[in-house]
């Protein structure tokens, strides 16, 4: 199996990511993610498509699965979308998982059965480290795979140190079905439909919000929540129009410490 060291990698790499994020390990979490996500998927389909050694060398196949993974990440995520589970860290992992997994047996199927004299093989060797003849020689090497180490090292505390990005907070409204589209905008009298409304704390503080439904300046329905920094809260809220009318404005507004911060709504219309 030394010849396919390459699929077994982004098999063991994609399985990486997959406990870190089960077991929320940050550190390797956050270096995996960027990994698997920006690589792992395009190398994956370069590796099932082009499984002879002319068709592309190993420079031209790193290259290009940069580049393909970053257009297959967000088309899973456009599919994602319109499905019942939407664009959520678990979807998006089991979708790309499966995808990476999908085309590995692929690229594994075809290579078996591409000639071996033609075939794309790749495996690790361990380099023989020179160091150089002279004392000199040797002590700059030393110090070049210091460095090395070092900014490896600086990369990981990069990624994974707490940093204070900016203060925002999420404010959004998603249909019945969890996704954005199909809201309830037609209305018979008496009719009472649902949205899901949601919120999330990028403040890193905890913050209380005060989320209001109002109807023309009428209020219908009122709730308040205290969010820790990253916390996320989904409600869903029944609409049921109390007066018939054309263009209505039905308001959904969020307070943050007693102040209006943010504003959504919808134009609906009610029949007798």
């Not at 979490?29 to 190993?58: E, H, N, S, W």
Request: proline residues 3%; negative net charge.
């Amino acid at each position: 199996m030394r010849q396919y060291d390459d699929l077994l990698t982004i098999a063991a790499l994609t399985a990486l990511t997959v406990v870190s994020v089960a077991y929320d390990i940050s550190v390797v979490r956050q270096v995996m993610g960027i990994v698997f996500i920006l690589f792992c998927p395009g190398y994956a389909l370069i590796a099932a498509l082009f499984t002879k050694r002319k068709d592309l060398d190993a420079i031209e196949r790193i290259a290009l699965s940069f580049g393909l993974s970053i257009a297959i990440v967000p088309l899973i995520g456009l599919g994602l979308n319109y499905t019942e589970w939407g664009i959520r860290l678990t979807p998006i992992l089991a979708a790309n998982t499966t995808f990476t997994a999908a085309m590995l047996v692929i690229a594994l199927w075809r290579r078996k059965e591409t000639y071996e004299e033609d075939r794309f093989t790749f495996r690790y060797t361990v380099p023989k480290v020179d160091l150089g003849e002279s004392r000199t020689d040797r002590a700059l090497s030393i110090i070049l795979i210091a460095s090395i180490v070092v900014a490896m090292g600086t990369l990981v505390y990069v990624i994974q140190a707490p940093k204070t990005g900016e203060r925002f907070t999420e404010y959004y409204i998603l249909g019945p079905g969890g996704m954005a589209d199909d809201y309830p905008t037609s209305y018979v009298l008496g009719d009472t439909k649902e949205v899901i409304l949601g919120i999330v704390n990028h403040e890193y503080d905890a913050v209380t919000y005060l989320a209001e439904m109002n109807l023309d300046g009428t209020v219908l329905w009122t709730t308040e929540v205290t969010l820790a920094h990253e916390e996320s809260h989904e409600e869903t809220v029944q609409i049921t129009p109390p007066v018939a009318g054309e263009s209505m404005k039905l308001q959904f507004l969020l307070y943050k410490d007693g102040e209006q911060y943010r504003d959504l709504h919808l134009w609906i219309t009610v029949n007798d």
